[in-house]
């Protein structure tokens, strides 16, 4: 069974800009979380979607937005990037929210 | 006070050695918790998940919990230099299942 795969893999923007990125599940799941992870912040939550509803949401600004579509594919934006935007973006998939996360490799967003 | 916070590293074990990371969390309804590993450059990718109080073993991982305690570890017997990576222990909230993530532990196993 393929696994989360997640586009683009890397990219790189201007502070100002926006960006969205793109994340299809493993086959059968149905539920898809984002994660920011930093050297600094480490990994944070920021959202998670089931059945294309948002359930949950973490503490970041609402420049950050996501979207579910009914083949549980998922997309998260950013808009007016800032530096501090600089991160690597990680999709996880699993059954439903409650079952074991699998990760995505991650889309790695350089903010200039 | 951190919601998960891991043993602070790095971790330096020899091969063979059994290496031991340690995580504790802060919310006493948390339900599950996983160790997931991270090799530099790469996403993280799961090792092991427990839900009960007590031990789980899963080849040469094994997982240990203690709800009361709020302590979960990982143990790592013969240690490999593939197994040099970051572990990080993530935990689910009582109320809405999302990982809530500890900072991680570096483990560098030397040959």
């Known amino acids: 069974k393929a696994g989360v795969t997640q586009t683009p893999r890397y990219l790189i923007k201007t502070r100002g800009q926006q960006v969205t990125l793109s994340c299809s599940p493993i086959?059968?799941?149905?539920?898809v979380s984002w994660y920011q992870q930093t050297p600094g912040q480490g990994l944070q939550f920021l959202f998670e979607?089931?059945?294309?509803?948002?359930?949950n949401k973490g503490n970041f600004p609402g420049r950050f937005s996501g979207r579910q579509f009914s083949n549980s594919r998922s997309e998260m934006n950013v808009s007016t990037l800032e530096l501090g935007d600089s991160a690597l973006y990680l999709c996880?998939?699993?059954?439903?929210?409650?079952?074991?996360?699998?990760f995505g490799p991650g889309t790695r967003l350089l903010v200039l | 006070q951190k919601e998960v916070e891991q043993n602070s590293g790095p971790l330096s074990v020899p091969e063979g050695a059994i290496a031991s990371l340690n995580c504790t969390y802060s919310?006493?309804?948390?339900?599950?918790f996983f160790w997931y590993r991270q090799y530099s450059g790469k996403s993280p990718e799961l090792i092991m998940f427990?839900?009960?109080?007590g031990d789980k073993e899963d080849g040469r991982f094994t997982a240990q919990l203690n709800k009361a305690s709020q302590y979960v570890s990982l143990l790592i017997r013969d240690s490999q230099p593939s197994d040099s990576a970051t572990y990080l222990c993530?935990?689910?909230?009582?109320?809405?299942?999302?990982?809530?993530f500890g900072a991680g532990t570096t483990v560098t196993v030397r040959a």
């Open positions: 979607y089931f059945s294309e509803t948002q359930r």
């Open positions: 086959s059968g799941h149905r539920s």
């Open positions: 996880a998939s699993s059954r439903t929210d409650k079952e074991t996360q699998y």
């Open positions: 919310d006493r309804g948390s339900q599950s």
């Open positions: 427990i839900y009960s109080n």
């Open positions: 993530a935990v689910t909230a009582a109320n809405d299942y999302k990982l809530s």
